[in-house]
Antibody, heavy 117, light 111 residues
Framework: QVQLQQWGGGLLTPSETLSLTCGVS????????WSWIRQSSEKGLEWIGEINHSGGRNYFPSLQRRVTMSVDTSKNQFSLTLTSVTAADTSVYFC???????????WGQGTRVTVSS | QSVLTQPPSVSGAPGQRVTISCTGAITNIGTGYEVHWYQQLPGTAPKLLISANTNRPSGVPGRFSGSKSGTSASLVITGLQAEDEADYYCQSYDNNVRGWVFGGGTKLTVL
């Protein structure tokens, strides 16, 4: 049973960099894309981007200039970095496994990120 | 403003049938991209409920079903139960946005 455990985030001040990591247990990174999705009451669910085991990446265009995703196959984990955060980045962030045209089938527990001065 | 449009809320009594719509456009559902549905209980992560328009992942009760036609999709819940009270989201891909997009979510209340 594949499970995702995420960590990082918390309280940030504007202009800081958000860093989140997601560890995959019970399975491999290979063969899937791994996404980050965030959820806020203002914007609802918002896809941030995806990465596969070999580093292939796709980012949501409106966030592209601030987002970097990376993967560490030796640790079976992947990460998100979001620079220059503002209050608009306040959300619950989820790491998620994506099964191509079959949807997002496994979700992490979510991490609340608050950006406030 | 979400790319996919859902009604903010629906309600029904136990045992009844409810339908949640998801309206898209030619740039997403109308192009042929699959539609997926998620159920989110309070304080938890979304759970994949319907995959690729009509498929139920293992463990999802048969009272949940999905369909797609043209630029829209629907989630139907029959034999409504109290435990179905949750938020429901549709999701697809959009060519204009160049990414995965979600509906704004529908809150289901079981009366």
């Amino acid at each position: 049973q594949v499970q995702l455990q995420q960590w990082g985030g918390g309280l940030l001040t504007p202009s800081e960099t958000l860093s989140l990591t997601c560890g995959v247990s019970g399975g491999s990174l290979t063969g899937y894309y791994w996404s980050w999705i965030r959820q806020s009451s203002e914007k609802g669910l918002e896809w941030i981007g995806e990465i596969n085991h070999s580093g292939g990446r796709n980012y949501f265009p409106s966030l592209q200039r601030r987002v970097t995703m990376s993967v560490d196959t030796s640790k079976n984990q992947f990460s998100l970095t979001l620079t220059s955060v503002t209050a608009a980045d306040t959300s619950v962030y989820f790491c998620v496994r994506q099964r191509g045209e079959e949807g997002f089938d496994i979700w992490g527990q979510g991490t609340r990120v608050t950006v406030s001065s | 403003q979400s790319v996919l449009t859902q009604p903010p809320s629906v309600s029904g009594a136990p045992g009844q049938r409810v339908t949640i719509s998801c309206t898209g456009a030619i740039t997403n559902i109308g192009t042929g991209y699959e539609v997926h549905w998620y159920q989110q209980l309070p304080g938890t992560a979304p759970k994949l409920l319907i995959s690729a328009n009509t498929n139920r992942p293992s463990g999802v009760p048969g009272r949940f079903s999905g369909s797609k036609s043209g630029t829209s999709a629907s989630l139907v819940i029959t034999g409504l139960q109290a435990e179905d009270e949750a938020d429901y989201y549709c999701q697809s891909y959009d060519n204009n946005v160049r990414g995965w997009v979600f509906g704004g979510g529908t809150k289901l209340t079981v009366l």
